[in-house]
């Protein structure tokens, strides 16, 4: 897809890290999310977007179903996310299967970069599951940050470690000195 030349709206969220961005492509009927967006120090969020998806507009009328669900997340409720708000079209193949499994790590628990591809079927795939995770167009909704490196560290995420670790601590998982996350919270 060119995404140059598709419109796109966009409603912001703040949070205590800065704001976070919910992209859609614009156009009649339902409009998808084709991109969550998790701040950063290089530029604003609007800034972000612009550059990213040229032309995207803020979106008019009252926040929807997700934008309600992911201000409740980040307030630290529990959300059972509605996912049938993600364009799921934009990801294929086998990273469109790790986002899903991904989608159902419980809160409050995290699963091994190497246990998601075993439960995947694929065993030895946990350099291409955090390749697919890097690739996460829907972090917080598909949390990403529930997947850790075999030791328990945290590994990476695209909004940074220190904010990996405020949402894991958010949903109640503890680490050790080291920053490792404690077996008890590994599935």
């Not at 690739?135 to 529930?146: A, S």
Request: charged letters at 20%; proline letters at 5%; a positive charge.
């Amino acid at each position: 897809m060119d995404w140059k030349k598709v419109s796109y709206t966009y409603d912001l969220i703040p949070w205590t890290f800065g704001e976070i961005g919910l992209v859609r492509r614009a156009g009649s009927g339902r409009s998808l999310i084709c991109r969550i967006l998790l701040p950063d120090t290089e530029c604003s969020m609007t800034g972000k977007i612009r550059g990213n998806f040229p032309g995207a507009v803020p979106r008019a009328g009252k926040r929807d179903e997700i934008c309600m669900q992911i201000r409740d997340y980040l307030s630290g409720k529990a959300v059972d996310f509605a996912l049938e708000d993600l364009d799921f079209g934009i990801v294929k193949g086998f990273y469109r299967q790790v986002l899903l499994a991904d989608g159902e790590i419980p809160r409050g628990r995290v699963m091994t970069y190497g246990g998601l591809a075993a439960s995947l079927g694929v065993p030895g795939g946990a350099r291409a599951v955090g390749n697919a995770l890097a690739g996460n167009p829907f972090p917080l909704v598909i949390p990403c940050h529930r997947v850790v490196r075999s030791d328990g560290s945290l590994g990476g995420f695209g909004g940074g470690l220190l904010m990996k670790r405020a949402l894991l601590a958010m949903e109640g998982v503890c680490l050790d000195h080291k920053g490792r996350v404690f077996s008890e919270y590994i599935l």
